[in-house]
């Protein structure tokens, strides 16, 4: 019976061009992100808040991992292994742990950071404790993962130095193990806010938009998922190859996060550059009996035609008195408030 022979590879292959093109266009979009957010901050003229250096302290591990795979890269990751030297070869594996340990970190940044920005737009026990639950969860996590990453071989050298008698941890396995859960813990603060937007006081079609902006880390979730379907493709035989796939979703899965944390918090921004196709307006908060809420801005202004200025009497010229008018002051806020849980 005759058989067909797998394909020989060609060992002049190199992926690594795939690579840095791929790390280079997330990282760029990250960074401008980034900018946007702090930018947006300074247009509503308020200081920096938690969520914000946390979200910074993200961005930072994002940029180390993607500059390390981008070393990697310049090592031979990308080109079969055949044709790498095992100096080489001991060095990408040691950029492999370095890189994962900022995975780790930077994932459990970005969620951080998301959680408090819900806090500060969501005041509320109830809302405060859940967040408190969620984050304990996330940092929990986040410091197994940096420590399963170092110590995953004995002794710990033995990850990188193929030389030496080693007892390791199934590298596929653990890879997949961490991110499942990562995954699980994306979608549970996806759907945190939800409710309590879905509460706020607004056109159907402004709750959708403020959803939609929520919603966009849902790119996270999907990134890890393509990220999953590599690892379990993963050569370890021939892993300089096989491991391109992995980096570069798993540098486009930190550098996205990155950016679904900072996208909600850009629409002073978004509604300065595309007032139209963001069609969101400002709000005006006011208090109510059940609780303070969001009034859209064509509600002000229909307040306003009500009581539109304020009379005062000052002094005149003949030491009599003349009435003057002069507009309400209306208290717009840029970011949104909900009722108190």
């Known amino acids: 019976m005759a058989t067909i022979s797998p394909p020989s590879k060609n060992l002049g292959d190199n992926r690594g061009p795939e690579v840095t093109h791929s790390i280079a266009v997330v990282i760029v979009l990250s960074t401008l992100s980034l900018i946007g957010r702090l930018f947006s901050r300074r247009l509503q003229k308020v200081p920096l808040a938690a969520s914000d250096y946390t979200i910074i302290l993200g961005w930072l591990t994002a940029c180390c991992m993607t500059i390390i795979i981008y070393i990697g890269v310049t090592l031979g990751l990308g080109k079969h292994i055949e044709v790498v030297p095992l100096e080489d070869i001991t060095k990408i594996l040691k950029s492999t742990m370095a890189a994962e340990i900022l995975y780790s970190i930077t994932l459990s940044a970005t969620k951080i950071s998301i959680l408090l920005f819900y806090r500060e737009i969501f005041p509320g026990p109830r809302f405060t404790v859940a967040t408190n639950i969620v984050g304990a969860f996330v940092i929990a996590w986040g410091v197994a993962c940096i420590l399963v990453s170092i110590f995953s071989c004995t002794p710990v050298r033995g990850f990188w130095d193929l030389t030496i008698p080693s007892k390791c941890i199934e590298t596929r396995e653990f890879f997949i193990g961490n991110s499942v859960p990562n995954i699980i813990m994306d979608v549970v603060i996806l759907t945190l806010p939800m409710k309590k ?21 849902g790119f996270v979730c999907i990134s890890s998922g393509i990220r999953l379907l590599f690892l379990q493709d993963m050569d370890l035989q021939n892993l300089t190859w096989s491991y391109v796939g992995t980096a570069i979703w798993s540098v486009v899965e930190v550098n996205v996060a990155v950016m679904s944390a900072c996208f909600p918090t850009m629409r002073p921004l978004l509604q300065r550059t595309i007032p139209k196709l963001l069609s969101i307006g400002s709000f005006s908060s006011r208090s109510q009996k059940k609780g303070g809420g969001l009034v859209p801005c064509e509600n002000t202004h229909a307040l306003r035609s009500k009581d539109s200025t304020v009379s005062q009497r000052v002094p005149g010229p003949s030491q009599g008195h003349v009435t003057i008018q002069k507009p309400a002051e209306v208290n717009h806020v840029n970011i949104i408030q909900s009722e108190t849980a």
Do not use: A, E, P, R
């Open 197 to 217: 937007i879905w509460h706020l006081q607004m056109q159907f079609k402004q709750k959708l938009i403020v959803s939609g902006l929520f919603l966009l880390g």
